[in-house]
């Protein structure tokens, strides 16, 4: 592991290309092995968890040519996947995870196991499975919880499924599964969670419909998505934010970030917080869209103050979270985050990670069952010292935006895991400042 040590900085000025969507970038490749056509997907995202989907597709027989600035797929379509010879390693990714196996439970007939790190051993699959095995799928987990698990293909039948927690993941294995199922699949979630993969469903043809909080789709022959673009990356880019903020008289722009209604919570809590992060948002909208939209954001430097964060805010931000524990130690009052509990199974338990982490620095945090609270220090902000990202690329981006904006600097231990999502976080953030 590599430490990098980030001292308190002068103001960041410039600007900033927000790194192409990760979330976007796994869907598009998926899409992309699913449909009867090659598909052309242009910035896609190349870092390490996103190569894991482009090799775990060449392991179900889709052709896959990388390029600099672009990838092509080239499909097997909806219910020709290849067995392969081995397991599917998934490496760290979580989102290929809970998703390749909607795909794969429609293969009849064939059987994947799928595998990752030592990191994926420990992040659940019984909330895919519930669903799945509703839908006539037979799924065998490690102590019925853990990678690694079988996928037995089959044909698959339409149900209605209640998510008990919302989670964009497990909507999206239920809905690319319901593509090759017998019948109309629905999916209710108890608030709305990103829609990154009904719009990309509905764009390559598939019969996509919301009613409210319901969301529908058809069983489809063929799916025929041509060419995608992925937008930037708001959660990468809210790093670059948080940094703008935090940092005493910064002003910065981030270019092309993708700002679908359903992923900008973090910017909208960052409003109520009294910063200054301004773009063109989407609004929020029962129509079904086919495309990202897509802002830059102009960001300033300014005093905020302490915000609560409810559950049916939280799935719109749910990987902006952390900041949003960093931007309530250097405001005025308290924050708190609600109904956060998915955050105890992303790559590491990030609320104990994000609550540990900066008590280290020095701030005024506690933990809950959900969520954390944090009383603020305003101008004083934290202290300084020393955090272990614990292989979480998002602790360690956290890490080095505390250094920055703190009073003696931060050590983060384990820096080179920010390449999973955001390969030239720390030159982009050297450059600003």
Known sequence: MSSVFFGPSGRLRGEVTAPPDKSISHRAALLGAMSVEPVRISNYLQAADTISTLNALRAVGALVEQHEDYVVVRGTGLREAREPGGPIDVGNAGTLMRLLPGWLAAQEGRIYVLDGDTSIRRRPVDRIAA???????????????????????????????????????????????????????????????????????????????????????????????????????????AFMIAAGVLVRGSRLLVRDVGVNWTRTGFLRILERMGAIAIGALEEPSQEV?????????????????????????????????????????????????????????????????????????????????????????????????????????RMAMLGAVAGLASREGVEVVGMEAAAVSYPAFAEDLARLA
Request: with cysteine.
């Open 131 to 237: 669903p799945l095995t509703l839908m006539g799928a037979q799924i065998e987990a490690s102590d019925d919880r853990f990678p690694p698990f079988v996928v037995y293909g089959t044909r698959l039948h339409a149900i209605t499924y209640e998510l008990p927690v919302a989670s964009a993941q497990v909507k999206s294995c239920v809905l690319l599964a319901g593509i090759g199922a017998d019948g109309t699949t629905s999916v209710v979630e108890p608030v709305a969670s990103r829609d990154h993969t009904e719009r990309m469903l509905a764009g390559a043809g598939a019969s996509v419909q919301r009613d409210g909080l319901t969301v529908s789709v058809t069983c489809t022959d063929e799916l025929d998505a041509q060419s995608l673009t992925v937008p930037g990356d708001l959660s990468s880019a």
């Open 289 to 393: 869209a086919t495309t990202e939209p897509v802002s830059d954001i102009d960001v300033a430097a300014g005093p905020i103050v302490g915000t609560a964060v409810e559950a049916d805010e939280v799935p719109l931000a749910i990987d902006e979270l952390p900041l949003v524990a960093l931007l309530g130690c250097f405001a005025e009052g308290e924050t708190v985050v609600r109904g956060a509990q998915e955050l105890r199974v992303k790559e590491s338990d990030r609320i104990a990670g994000v609550v540990d982490g900066l008590r280290g620095l020095g701030a005024s945090i506690e933990a809950t069952a959900d969520g954390f609270a944090v009383t603020g220090a305003g101008g004083r902000g934290l202290r300084g010292g020393v955090i272990d990202a614990g292989g979480d690329h």
